[in-house]
């Protein structure tokens, strides 16, 4: 089992930036990618962006692409989301998960281990 424990979140204005960090322990092999999620309220959890274990390939939900960056340190097995340019719709609630199984799409498979996710909240 991996542990995850997410970080970072809070309360921003509209165009502001917060920077999210995702750090997993325990087994962490095998994992093929770090995913981020996020859920608001009254809404079904939503793709973010997903980062391969190695850093060497990224993927965006179309909402957030130009203005998110995700990125991995390996040396402390953590995953960073960059959000700049926030605005009110992308207030929630953030999760990082883990691929163990090279799910080829993040957005169509399920995945088991989740973090307690951490709150973003941009007010305009």
């Known amino acids: 089992q991996v542990q995850l424990v997410e970080s970072g979140g809070g309360l921003v204005q509209a165009g502001g930036s917060l920077r999210l960090s995702c750090v997993a322990s325990?087994?962490?092999?095998?994992?093929?990618?770090m995913i981020w999620f996020r859920q608001a309220p009254g809404k079904e959890r939503e793709f973010v962006s997903t980062i391969s274990w190695n850093g060497g390939f990224a993927f965006y939900a179309d909402s957030v692409k130009g203005r998110f960056t995700i990125s991995k340190d390996n040396s402390k097995n953590t995953v960073y989301l960059q959000m700049n340019n926030l605005k009110p719709a992308d207030t929630a609630v953030y999760y990082c998960?883990?691929?163990?199984?090279?799910?080829?799409?993040?957005?169509?498979?399920?995945?088991?281990?989740w973090g307690q996710g951490t709150q973003v909240t941009v007010f305009s």
């Open positions: 998960t883990v691929d163990r199984q090279a799910c080829i799409d993040p957005r169509s498979c399920d995945f088991d281990d």
């Open positions: 325990g087994r962490t092999f095998p994992i093929y990618a």
